[in-house]
């Protein structure tokens, strides 16, 4: 079984400021990792995954992810942050053999303020 | 890419009353479909997902079940529905072997 935990539940940051989202998780099994992003009254987006390779990932809007395998992190960056990404960011896990249910942490909402 | 639709966007119910929600999908064959409910500041809750049209597995015992009638199709239902029903009531898609999720926009339930 695999669990997620993202210790913030509420990150407030100014605009234009760096930010980082943690999440780690523990698994018996390698793992995929996701960032989605929950705008208000919306369904999720995929935002990045790690599935393999380069263990930096990037999005197209700026934000990247590291996944570290001895700190079972996969925390989420971005190194100035604009109005827009104000909303709810949630980092999920899949085992990466067989069964396609993913676990996902409890949402950590970024709140950038002008 | 996948869409997924869902409907309704928003809806009340009175207590007791019925239950169906529709998700359906385009762009894609013999997805793997999920079930999940979204209330405020507890993450997703996994209801139910089908590997197949007529295959459904329960995540938690409930008051809600799911059907699969066609492969692209997904439906949430309740006979009786019970406050503890409200919430965010979210469908997800994902390719056969692939593991990142495509969302619905969702379906606000409001129990009174």
């Known amino acids: 079984a695999q669990s997620v935990t993202q210790l913030d539940s509420q990150v407030p940051v100014f605009e234009e400021a760096p930010v980082e989202l943690r999440c780690n998780y523990s698994s018996s099994v390698s793992v995929y990792l996701f960032w989605y992003v929950q705008y208000p009254n919306q369904g999720l987006q995929l935002l990045l995954k790690y599935l393999s390779g380069s263990t930096l990932v990037e999005s197209i809007n700026g934000f990247e992810a590291e996944f570290n395998k001895s700190q079972t992190s996969f925390h989420l960056r971005k190194p100035s942050v604009h109005i827009s990404d104000t909303a709810e960011y949630f980092c999920?896990?899949?085992?990466?053999?067989?069964?396609?249910?993913?676990?996902f942490g409890r949402g950590t909402s970024l709140i950038v303020h002008p | 890419s996948q869409t997924i639709h869902q409907w309704p966007a928003t809806l009340v119910q009175p207590v007791g009353s019925p239950l169906s929600l529709e998700c359906t999908v385009e762009g894609t064959s013999n997805p793997n479909l999920y079930w999940y409910r979204q209330a405020a500041g507890r993450g997703l809750q996994l209801l139910f997902y089908s590997v197949g049209i007529g295959q459904i597995s329960s995540e938690v015992p409930q008051n809600l079940s799911a059907s699969r009638p066609q492969d692209r199709q997904f439906i949430l239902s309740s006979k009786k529905l019970l406050l503890s029903d409200s919430g965010f009531y979210l469908c997800a898609s994902a390719g056969q072997m692939t593991y990142e999720q495509y969302f619905g926009p969702g379906t606000r339930l409001t129990v009174t």
């Open positions: 999920a896990v899949s085992p990466s053999g067989g069964s396609y249910i993913p676990t």
